[in-house]
């Protein structure tokens, strides 16, 4: 039986950021993840947004990880190979009333400490905007906003974490644990057995039923289901900022959001859900997100529409739940990480930390950690002189297998390699699929390289592992 320090339950990017930590300690640590890959969760659908830090009173934990963790991510992009750009967030106000709220955005965030933060009169935002709605009439600029693309983000920091030995158990799904000694002994559904010293729950939507299953505290994680649409880029409706509208209780509203690949991301609803695996979108969600994010960015258009998806976050009460059980022995709780749970989770990794080492875990630095990973030449970032030297030193990367968004064979490869064997990891991993033709002209050959690098069947093919086979039948 495999025998470890710390087990981390579920490799979300908070669970991603734990692991990458503890790999800079002389430790033994396994990342455990129910699906086929990681990052398949709430962090594949989410705003890839780095917060600017006034949404939140300094007072909240999720307040304080949150300015701590958007400090972090210069270095990390600097150390890891995901993109990252700090483009700035502007809150915008259609109306005078909606000034009040801007203001009290500005002095909790300047009570915050966020740095270069501005109350902005209709002239400022229209200047810092020009594709805003006209009849603005001031708002909120935090230079210090940022985005990203998010699966990256985890791909990167596992792979670095592997790197520096973590050890990664895909389709691990946590069935039982006991406490056997100083030990958890953790069964998953498939009967793999490991122990583990220290455990962290870092399962997102399922961190209550993990936390059931160690008799630690009960809870209930409400899946609260937030729905985008995806505009091409080709749209003359790309800001050059993130865009906000003034917030109500229940959410942040509607975003305008320029992703880092050069695609618009509007969205996100925030509705309740009852089912943990409920990605659908409805026609009225959508409808509603084009309404409001036209009342800030009039020229949306439907027409530059090329896919809509659904995320799920994992609402529990109005604050992070992070802190050492008070039921069940060595046993750390991350929970209810929703919004602004992408930024804070590099400050999570050194919270957790902490508090495992509060725990009792001892912890010894590792004189050969590395911080760097490899980065894969990309042929879309190559200039005609770069891609020449990439395809005399691989001709693989002559072979344009997306065409929306120049995806070469060599970086399909590169992704199978790396432990991507679906369509979605490696749509995730390269971009391939994720343009205007959403994978209708590039599917079929992905799979052809697939069944060449893998040895797997046509019909062992899938979509993100489990029952979600591409092609079915008989040839």
């Known amino acids: 039986m495999e025998q470890y320090d710390v087990a981390i339950i579920g490799a979300g990017v908070c669970g991603?950021?734990?692991?990458?930590?503890?790999?800079?300690?002389?430790?033994?640590?396994?990342?455990?993840?129910?699906?086929i890959d990681v990052s398949l969760g709430t962090s594949k659908a989410n705003s890839g947004i780095v917060h600017g830090g006034f949404h939140d009173h300094i007072s909240t934990l999720k307040a304080r990880l949150e300015l701590q963790g958007a400090l972090m991510f210069d270095r990390l992009h600097e150390e890891l190979d995901f993109p990252f750009e700090r483009c700035g967030i502007l809150v915008a106000a259609l109306h005078e009333d909606e000034m009040r709220a801007i203001e009290q955005l500005y002095l909790q965030g300047v009570e915050n400490g966020v740095i270069g933060i501005e109350m902005c009169s209709r002239e400022r935002m229209l200047e810092l905007e020009p594709k805003l709605n006209p009849d603005v009439v001031g708002g909120l600029y935090a230079p210090s906003g940022g985005i990203l693309e998010p699966y990256r983000f985890v791909f990167s920091l596992v792979e670095s974490a592997r790197k520096n030995g973590v050890q990664v158990k895909t389709e691990f799904e946590v069935a039982q644990a006991e406490r056997d000694g100083e030990f958890w002994q953790?069964?998953?559904?498939?009967?793999?057995?490991?122990?583990?010293?220290?455990?962290?729950?870092?399962?997102?939507?399922?961190?209550?039923?993990?936390?059931?299953?160690?008799?630690?505290?009960?809870?209930?994680?409400?899946?609260?289901k937030g729905e985008y649409y995806l505009l091409d880029r080709t749209t003359?409706?790309?800001?050059?900022?993130?865009?906000?509208?003034?917030?109500?209780?229940?959410?942040?509203?509607?975003?305008?959001?320029?992703?880092?690949?050069?695609?618009?991301?509007?969205?996100?609803?925030?509705?309740?859900?009852?089912?943990?695996?409920?990605?659908?979108?409805?026609?009225?969600?959508?409808?509603?997100?084009?309404?409001s994010a036209r009342m800030m960015v009039p020229s949306i258009s439907e027409n530059?529409?090329?896919?809509?998806?659904?995320?799920?976050?994992?609402?529990?009460?109005?604050?992070?739940?992070?802190?050492?059980?008070?039921?069940?022995?060595?046993?750390?709780?991350?929970?209810?990480?929703?919004?602004?749970?992408?930024?804070?989770?590099?400050a999570i990794g050194e919270y957790v930390k902490d508090l495992l080492k509060k725990a009792g875990l001892r912890l010894v630095e590792k004189p050969s950690w590395d911080p760097y990973v490899h980065k894969v030449p990309r042929a879309r970032d190559a200039?005609?002189?770069?891609?020449?030297?990439?395809?005399?030193?691989?001709?693989?990367?002559?072979?344009?297998?997306?065409?929306?968004?120049?995806?070469?064979?060599?970086?399909?490869?590169?992704?199978?390699?790396?432990?991507?064997?679906?369509?979605?990891?490696?749509?995730y991993y390269t971009r391939a699929q994720m343009g205007r033709c959403q994978g209708g002209f590039c599917t079929y050959k992905i799979i052809r390289i697939l069944m060449r690098e893998t040895g797997m069947s046509w019909d062992q093919i899938t979509k993100h592992g489990g029952n979600s086979a591409i092609l079915k039948g008989s040839l």
């Open 186 to 224: 953790i069964q998953s559904k498939a009967g793999e057995t490991i122990r583990a010293r220290y455990v962290v729950n870092s399962a997102g939507l399922h961190a209550d039923t993990i936390s059931a299953a160690f008799g630690a505290e009960r809870f209930t994680i409400a899946p609260r």
């Open 16 to 35: 991603a950021n734990i692991a990458r930590k503890l790999s800079q300690y002389e430790l033994d640590v396994a990342l455990l993840e129910k699906e």
């Open 236 to 291: 003359k409706a790309k800001p050059s900022r993130v865009i906000f509208p003034v917030p109500t209780e229940v959410s942040k509203g509607i975003l305008v959001i320029p992703t880092v690949e050069g695609t618009v991301l509007i969205g996100p609803t925030a509705s309740p859900a009852q089912d943990k695996e409920d990605f659908a979108t409805t026609r009225d969600q959508l409808e509603h997100i084009l309404h």
């Open 304 to 346: 530059d529409v090329i896919t809509s998806f659904a995320g799920l976050r994992a609402s529990y009460g109005n604050d992070f739940y992070i802190a050492n059980s008070e039921k069940a022995p060595a046993f750390v709780q991350v929970a209810g990480i929703q919004s602004p749970g992408l930024t804070a989770s590099p």
């Open 383 to 427: 200039d005609p002189y770069t891609l020449d030297t990439l395809v005399a030193q691989d001709p693989a990367y002559g072979d344009i297998v997306c065409r929306c968004e120049r995806v070469s064979e060599a970086e399909i490869v590169k992704a199978i390699r790396a432990g991507h064997t679906t369509l979605d990891g490696i749509k």
